[in-house]
């Protein structure tokens, strides 16, 4: 989730001994400051405080499609990451006082990146999710490991709404995107589906897993555990959801992940009710 000054690499340090601790793969936010300025790529040096878990470097697609792919290949290796995420957050950037809006030929070029790629590499979303036809494409070019990342959690248009007091514009994408749920049912399932964007209960864990996605990312309430109880409260918080998670596979009779996608573990509710409607959030 971050990174890149003392105050990033503290919570990334904090992260990284809470997935140590928790045997749980972790993500960094963007390294581009230390693509940069590579005398700060010390500061996303996290395998001391995690030596075995796998740890994810990140990268927007907008600056891999400018950026140098050699020194970007080195970073990765020479930070021991395990896969590089390249996110796709064209609604930040659009709203980000500093933002990069240059997105001419940005599918070519991350599917030239894969291509050459000596490391896993996964795309995703960074809250609005995917369209049917991007996850295809994406699927196309090789990207095995597909984040879908879709909304009903942190919302980066709001957030940047907030920072460049473009508030009023920015509500209008309160609701924009496509959710998590809805994504994970359509996608082609080529690639390996990874679920987060608004994964906040062992239910929407369950279900995430259910509709075929391999893993969930959690990003917004981890954020906030670190900062309430460190590296504790980020345990702590985990391995609630964890064990929430087991009871309920239990009474569903489920023994593995995999059993549940068993046809009859969960099904969509036709009496939707309340949850059709949305509460905007205005963090
Ligand atoms: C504090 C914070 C920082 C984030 N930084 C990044 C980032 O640098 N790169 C990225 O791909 N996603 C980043 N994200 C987005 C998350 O990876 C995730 O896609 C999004 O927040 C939706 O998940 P959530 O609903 O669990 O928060 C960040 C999220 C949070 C809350």
Same mark, same amino acid.
């Given at each position: 989730m971050t990174g890149g000054d003392r105050k990033g690499t503290h919570i990334n340090k904090i992260l990284a001994s809470a997935a140590e601790a928790l045997g749980i793969p972790l993500g960094t936010g963007s390294i581009r400051i230390a693509l940069e300025h590579e005398e700060l790529s010390y500061l996303f040096n996290l395998r001391s405080e995690a030596p075995t878990v796998p740890i994810f470097g990140n990268i927007g697609a907008v600056q891999l499609a400018h950026c140098d792919w050699s020194k970007l290949n *080195?970073?990765?290796?020479? /930070?021991k990451f395990s896969?590089?995420?390249?996110?796709? #957050?064209?609604?930040?950037e659009l709203f980000q006082e500093e933002g990069d809006r240059d997105f001419r030929g940005i599918k070519d070029k991350l599917a030239a990146f894969i291509a050459q790629a000596p490391f896993p590499v996964i795309v995703k979303e960074t809250g609005?999710?995917?369209?049917?036809?991007e996850l295809a494409f994406l699927a196309s070019i090789? !990207?095995? @490991?597909? %984040?879908? !990342?879709?909304?009903g959690g942190a #919302?980066?248009?709001?957030?940047?709404?907030? *920072?460049?007091?473009?508030?009023?514009?920015? @509500?209008?994408?309160? %609701?924009?995107?496509?959710?998590?749920?809805?994504? /994970?049912?359509?996608?082609?399932?080529?690639g390996i589906l990874l679920a987060s964007g608004g994964i906040r209960t062992a239910h929407d864990v369950i279900v995430a897993l259910g509709l075929g996605a391999v893993a969930c990312g959690i990003a917004l309430p981890?954020? *906030?555990?670190?900062?309430?109880?460190?590296?504790?409260?980020?345990?702590?918080?985990?391995?609630? /959801?964890?064990?929430t998670v087991k009871k309920k596979m239990f009474l569903a009779g489920c023994k593995s992940v995999q059993e549940l996608s068993r046809p009859g573990v969960i099904e969509k509710n036709p009496d939707v009710g309340l949850t059709q409607w949305t509460i905007i959030r205005t963090l």
């Open positions: *080195r970073l990765v290796e020479q /930070l896969a590089l995420a390249v996110h796709c #957050n064209p609604g930040q609005f999710g995917f369209a049917p036809d090789g !990207a095995r @490991y597909i %984040d879908v !990342a879709g909304k #919302n980066w248009i709001l957030i940047e709404g907030w *920072r460049s007091g473009t508030i009023d514009a920015a @509500y209008e994408f309160a %609701d924009w995107g496509y959710s998590t749920a809805e994504m /994970l049912e359509k996608s082609p399932k080529q981890i954020f *906030r555990a670190v900062l309430s109880g460190g590296t504790a409260g980020v345990i702590e918080y985990v391995s609630q /959801l964890a064990a």
